[in-house]
């Protein structure tokens, strides 16, 4: 077996000061001890979601979060809007229609960013609007402070799925008066799968008061009023929370500006290594979007059977497409515990998997070399 | 700060070969590693629910499995029955009225053990009767095997809750002709908490087919489909498969039968010590109940005061009451990674704060005296 390096947006991986985390003897749940690591932790999440407001957690997947705010926030028959652009932007609509919900679509093409007016002028009378921040499938990471301004006049609340985006990249939760947002452990968190998290707006709140929709184990009143007193309502994953911590103290040492730096460099660094290659970015071509860099492959070359040979020749763990992109493009991740020799290592071998499938690059070794450049910060202009 | 010794009724310890497991690093739950991973891990699973059946994973706590087995299995307005006699037979309840249900009730004292005459009884009609395998409030192991017995007349599913009991004490999912069984990974199974699992019977899949109960994340087709293709629909908790993998391992090197023998021993050797000690048990006085020990503490003596003194001065976590039982009784855990020293360290410590408290054991140092002789297999009579 090759040494493994997993480059893909999520999961992503777990540094030594987390695993070490996890590692220690299980604490009990309902222990002072577990109360202070979950006050500690509630805390620093809150920083990093950029709210003062309530941030819940929950043992489950981003899904269940997303989940969590359609029950906790709608009743049947309500008028709400899916704004999308992907695959995750269709987990909304996914979600609603399995809740007897029949939403209103906003669809564009995937690749798009989400035009915030087009999305607005949808919303009139709408309880809720549904959109994704970093829409991982396609790379775009979509403007959802302009649809939050956009937005304001119909009144409608604004939930944001976050999960691949929260402090990956800015994302200002209560100065740009976002009601919901959903996010997961295990992208630019650094954590293992298998926690989530929703932060809820006042005005949320008062749609949580209203709300009809089932919920038992995801219900966040239920979450509120354990939170309140220190724990939670069923057995949280305990080792998960204290990871999570770690992560959160290791964010918080770096700063959450220098981390959305971080990875736009990460993010610029690699296009420009992938124009050195001969290829096509799929997603934009700027420093919009800083999580995913998803590149077209060439002509007559299958993403899948690159994906394959990246990963089982050589170790490197990319993603491929998905949906109608399966096969067509080839996606690096720029979240959680990574750095620049992380995306030379990705150019590096994506170069050489290629090469090994018949294509030839106009200058070898030209993707790292011009990565390097960028990290040396000599590569911005002329490119 | 004392050495911590968990001896809870879960989550319990978690033996070093799965924290390594956990600790390795994080492999993509898309990758040929994962998939291998899961499949074993499934196999395992299924040997340790003692079926050939489907058995589904979730991430979630226990309640997460809990409310997919009211979701899958029931339509609005069907007929359902709980039998509770404890804090956990209540949980049922509270799931179904979240959802809408109007189920009807078979309560019995707290620290009963469930009559299986009398929920037959109650059954006719109903589409699924839901009950606890081992009740953790009060220390039962409810009689599931005499209850599907009695229930095959009346044609109901029968739902179990094993989230405290499975792996620790026999469950015969199949040869018992059980429909849905519940479990976490927190308790027998000696992971950290975080996984769910429910089995699915022949009869139970019909059910699901025609539930209209809404569901998205915990859907068991949805799990089904993804697990029959390798994977899993949503991320899993990655690490917390690696340590169950590992978990399942050891369980398997032990053998069940042997487990059962073990837990079933350490519960005789804590109630003859607790006998030794002056005090009444407040669950049976009997072979039908290894997973939990509950005493009742003596007269003026708060439990909770005794928890939070073996807590804090001696860091042996036991467990205190809930419910109306709090503050009357103190729960000794018999699953999971535990063994005689454990049982011999929760009765010593039980003893030196209940002197402290002011209590006068009849003879100092009989409780843990008499669970060394029971284990040397020489207390077995007159005791």
């Known amino acids: 077996m090759p040494r493994t390096y997993l480059i893909t947006p999520g999961p ?16 009990h749940h309902r222990s002072p001890d577990f109360k202070v690591l979950l006050a500690e932790t509630l805390e620093r999440l809150r920083r990093a979601f950029l709210t003062d407001g309530d941030v819940l957690m929950f043992a489950g997947s981003g899904t269940s979060a997303m989940e ?3 029950t906790n ?7 709400v809007l899916v704004a999308s652009a992907g695959n995750f932007g269709e987990r909304w609509r996914k979600i609603l229609l399995a809740y007897g919900l029949e939403p209103r679509y906003h ?13 607005a002028a949808q919303a009139d009378g709408c309880v809720a609007v549904y959109v994704t921040h970093s829409e991982t499938s396609t790379g ?3 403007d959802v402070r302009s649809i939050a301004e956009a937005l304001r006049p119909t009144g409608a609340a604004l939930v944001v799925d976050a999960v691949s985006s929260l402090g990956g990249v800015e994302l200002q939760t209560a100065e740009w008066g976002i009601d919901v947002v959903v996010s997961g452990s295990q992208k630019a968190l650094m954590t293992p799968p298998g926690l989530a998290f929703a932060s809820v707006s006042e005005r949320a709140w008062s749609l949580a008061e209203r709300a009809t929709l089932p919920r038992f184990s995801l219900d966040w009143k239920t979450a509120r009023d354990a939170q309140a007193g220190g724990g939670t ?17 290791m964010i918080e040492a770096e700063g959450v500006d220098a981390i959305w730096a971080r990875n736009r460099d990460l993010a610029r660094a690699t296009r420009a290594g992938v124009r050195a290659l001969g290829l096509e970015l799929f997603s934009p071509d700027d420093d919009s979007s800083s999580m995913v860099t998803a590149v077209l492959m060439p002509d007559g070359i299958d993403g899948q059977r690159v994906y394959g ?3 089982d020749r050589f170790g490197v763990v990319l993603a491929g497409g998905q949906g109608p992109l399966r096969g067509r493009i080839i ?13 030379i290592t990705a150019l590096s071998a994506l170069e050489l998997a290629l090469i090994e499938l018949g294509y030839s690059p106009p200058s070898p070794g030209a993707g790292a070399a011009r990565a390097v450049e960028a990290f040396a910060g000599v590569g911005a202009a002329g490119d």
Chains 1, 2 share one sequence.
């Open 12 to 27: 992503t991986p777990v540094p030594p000061e987390v695993a070490e985390a996890m590692a220690r003897p299980l604490i």
């Open 68 to 70: 969590s705010a359609v």
């Open 73 to 79: 926030v709608l009743c049947p028959g309500d008028q």
């Open 107 to 119: 669809g564009q093409e995937w690749g798009e960013r989400l035009d915030p007016a087009a999305i």
């Open 140 to 142: 775009v990471v979509h």
């Open 233 to 249: 309502p069923f057995t949280p994953p305990i080792t998960l929370v204290a990871g999570l911590n770690a992560a959160l103290g």
């Open 309 to 311: 040979l990246l990963r």
């Open 331 to 343: 996606r690096i991740g720029h979240m959680g515990y990574m750095n620049q020799f992380d995306i």
